[in-house]
């Protein structure tokens, strides 16, 4: 089966027109939504993914309408094959999952994102490693001074005083008390 997409940004704007398109080109369903392409949970989108059978198709009119970004976009077009179903848009011949060639492009694409993730990943793991040399700490700052760690420490395991107790004086969980080692 065929299924429609048809997105717009604003309460202003209308989709008829994208449904219009979707059903000339032989979309059984049109799942309609308002909805910006920068927000990633869209829910029509999640519904029309979600109904996909093996063979199924999802069209759009552009493929701005699908997504804003190319990260987006190639994780719904993840989500999608994922559900053995296809995807095309119509205005962009070459984003078809349904041909080769158009499957062939979207494969580079999601190459191309891919490594650009990893570059990503490098760089944020080589500056957090020159910042750690630097004596710079990371991740939270600790909720209790280390005067504070011994005194709980102490009430809870000499004075036996309950863990949720001690916890609820410091403004802490109980498992923050759990956890200070001796």
Same mark, same amino acid.
């Given at each position: 089966?065929?299924?429609?997409?048809?997105?717009?940004?604003?309460? =202003?704007? #209308?989709?008829?027109?994208?449904?219009?398109?979707?059903?000339?080109?032989?979309?059984?369903?049109?799942?309609?939504?308002?909805? #910006?392409?920068?927000?990633?949970? +869209?829910?029509?989108?999640?519904?029309? %993914? !979600?109904?996909? !059978? *093996?063979?199924?198709?999802?069209?759009?009119?552009?493929?701005?309408?699908?997504? &804003?970004?190319? &990260?987006?976009?190639?994780?719904?077009?993840? @989500? %999608?094959?994922? +559900?053995? @179903?296809?995807?095309?848009?119509?205005?962009?011949?070459?984003?078809?999952?349904?041909?080769?060639?158009?499957?062939?492009?979207?494969?580079?694409?999601?190459?191309?994102?891919?490594?650009? +993730?990893?570059?990503?990943?490098?760089?944020?793991?080589?500056?957090?490693?020159?910042?750690? @040399?630097? =004596?710079?700490?990371?991740? &939270?700052?600790?909720?209790?001074?280390?005067?504070?760690?011994?005194?709980?420490?102490?009430?809870?395991?000499?004075?036996?005083?309950?863990? &949720?107790?001690? *916890?609820?004086?410091?403004?802490?969980?109980? #498992?923050?008390?759990?956890?200070?080692?001796?």
């Amino acid at each position: 089966m065929i299924f429609g997409y048809a997105r717009v940004s604003t309460d =202003g704007q #209308s989709v008829n027109a994208q449904v219009a398109v979707l059903r000339k080109h032989g979309a059984g369903k049109v799942f309609r939504e308002v909805a #910006s392409g920068a927000k990633t949970d +869209r829910s029509q989108l999640r519904r029309v %993914i !979600d109904q996909f !059978d *093996a063979g199924d198709v999802l069209m759009v009119t552009r493929l701005d309408r699908l997504a &804003r970004s190319t &990260r987006d976009m190639l994780n719904t077009l993840a @989500a %999608i094959a994922d +559900r053995k @179903a296809g995807f095309r848009s119509l205005n962009d011949a070459w984003a078809d999952t349904t041909t080769s060639h158009g499957l062939l492009m979207l494969t580079v694409l999601g190459g191309l994102a891919e490594f650009e +993730r990893d570059l990503i990943r490098a760089r944020t793991s080589e500056g957090r490693e020159r910042a750690k @040399a630097r =004596g710079v700490k990371m991740g &939270r700052k600790p909720r209790l001074t280390d005067h504070q760690k011994r005194e709980a420490i102490r009430r809870r395991d000499i004075d036996g005083e309950p863990v &949720r107790e001690i *916890a609820r004086s410091y403004n802490v969980s109980h #498992s923050t008390i759990s956890r200070l080692i001796a």
